[in-house]
């Protein structure tokens, strides 16, 4: 298809237009490249990015990133850190495919987190473990952060009181599962949380959230020991909680909600499974 000059000459001039920058998420639409092909494809990926963050000028940028398809991640973590002070949403994704997928070292994660990053708001991270062999702890100094979401590896920010909304998914809780409030972590802007495939006890043990409004859980197993106690939260007024059959967790946590207005025994829009 031909653009006519004019046309093409607007989009690449208005830096707008360039400030959604995905990496690794069209390949994955794509076969997987052969050996001879992949230092060519590393370098036309890194070629681009470069591209899109010089015409993107000073504008906040929105990345998602694809780490099993981008093919040379230390490159990116290197291109991405320069222009670290405009980030406004990191989106990490999770694409399953078949066969033996690439373990990308913990530290150029790390790396790639470790710039101050100002104006970032969201953070979206899904799948972490499957791609990274992550350190730990992994924190984050983001300052105007609001949205959070970690998988397999909980994600810690300088400011934990300012977050709305959080999302944890399979995160083991041990090291946080003490009811001592000097232990617990100060979510006290904290609107709504969504907790899947973890324990739901050590989850709200481990987090003072008393403005809390929205709870969502889907535990996907009914293994996990019940707490010997949980928090209130006057605040409350919505709870999604998967019908996996009785749960003394569910059972206490129903009698600390004394606003609750909405409640549904599947999570909304999970009803098929």
């Known amino acids: 298809m031909l653009v006519c000059r004019v046309w093409r000459d607007l989009v690449e001039s208005s830096p707008r237009y360039w400030t959604v920058i995905d990496i690794g998420i069209r390949e994955s639409y794509s076969p997987l490249p052969t050996a001879p092909d992949v230092e060519r494809n590393a370098d036309a990926q890194v070629s681009a990015l470069e591209l899109q963050l010089t015409r993107s000028g000073q504008l906040p940028l929105q990345i998602a990133i694809e780490p099993d398809f981008v093919m040379d991640f230390g490159a990116v973590v290197v291109s991405l850190r320069t222009h670290a002070c405009r980030w406004q949403v990191l989106t990490l994704l999770d694409k ?151 749960d003394s967790t569910f059972t206490l946590l129903i009698h600390r909600c004394p606003s609750l207005t909405s409640f549904s025994s599947y999570v909304v829009g999970r009803e098929g499974n």
Request: proline share 9%; net charge negative; with cysteine.
């Open 96 to 246: 399953p495919r078949k066969g033996v997928r690439r373990m990308i070292p913990g530290g150029l994660l790390a790396s790639l987190l470790s710039s101050p990053l100002p104006s970032l708001i969201s953070i979206q991270v899904h799948g972490l473990s499957t791609f990274f062999d992550v350190p730990e702890p992994l924190s984050v100094n983001a300052a105007s952060l609001r949205s959070l979401t970690c998988t397999n590896h909980f994600i810690t920010t300088l400011s934990p009181s300012l977050l709305t909304f959080l999302a944890i998914i399979g995160v083991y809780f041990s090291a946080l599962d003490t009811p001592s409030s000097e232990a617990k972590l100060d979510m006290s802007h904290l609107l709504e949380l969504h907790i899947e495939g973890c324990g739901v006890g050590p989850v709200l043990n481990a987090l003072d959230a008393p403005n809390l409004a929205k709870l969502v859980v889907d535990t996907k197993d009914r293994s996990y020991p019940a707490p010997e106690s949980l928090p209130s939260y006057p605040n409350m007024k919505e709870l999604q909680w998967d019908d996996l059959g009785s």
